[in-house]
């Protein structure tokens, strides 16, 4: 029987913005950071442009990942609070070779993992 369209639709938008190498470093920052992360911080530790940084984190945001809040003239950027759970799971298998090891369980920063 095949998957729900609309399911494989959505998954495939979420993978298909996780295969940068970029985005995917970006999203485990975020997974790791204890408070929203400002833009200039991924400019600095990717050494990329800030138009480059925030063409990868609108297609974060497109997806559904991340969401953001202007703080004067910088933009601080986070994971989404109402991930659903598979999202979470996902991003934990993903980002667990990423992390050390005591981090892999769980989002740091949050009392449990989703």
């Known amino acids: 029987m095949p998957a729900d ?5 959505e998954a495939a938008r979420l993978l298909k913005a996780l295969a940068d190498p970029t985005r995917l470093s970006m999203v485990l920052c975020l997974w790791n950071a204890q408070s929203p992360v400002c833009i200039c911080d991924f400019t600095a530790a990717f050494d990329l442009g800030q138009p480059t940084i925030s063409h ?14 202007k703080r004067g003239i910088w933009a601080y950027y986070r994971l ?5 759970p598979a999202t979470v799971a996902l991003l934990g298998t993903v980002l667990a070779s990423g992390v050390p090891m005591n981090l892999a369980a769980g989002r740091p920063g949050h009392a449990t993992a989703r």
């Open 5 to 9: 369209p609309n399911w494989a639709q």
């Open 56 to 69: 990868h984190m609108a297609k974060l945001r497109a997806v559904g990942l991340v969401q953001s809040k």
């Open 80 to 84: 989404r609070d109402d991930l659903a």
